[in-house]
């Protein structure tokens, strides 16, 4: 955490849990990746693996969000949506 948005680099971040998870002992259930939910990459990366996903909702209104706040662009609904619409 804290190193930015790790769906902001699709390609490199589905490369590195296909290489993470051919290690011995670790395997694709133990991958854990931390995101805002950026709603269409969340549906990529769904698209990209087959994995198991796991959201947590926070409900409360932000009281940091500005017009510029990623965490805020994407609704936990429009997240839900984009991940009943994904294969499997």
């Known amino acids: 955490m804290g190193m930015g948005e790790p769906l902001d680099n699709l390609e490199h971040l589905v490369r590195a ?10 395997g694709i259930k133990n991958i854990t990746v931390s995101t805002v939910g950026l709603a269409p990459q969340v549906y990529s990366l769904l698209l990209a693996l ?19 706040c990623r965490a805020c662009a994407w609704p936990s609904r429009c997240t839900l949506q984009m991940t009943r619409r994904a294969p499997g």
């Open 17 to 26: 849990i296909r290489v993470m998870s051919h290690f011995p002992g670790l």
């Open 50 to 68: 087959t994995l198991i996903l796991t959201l947590t909702l926070t409900l409360t209104r932000c009281t940091r969000c500005y017009s510029h």
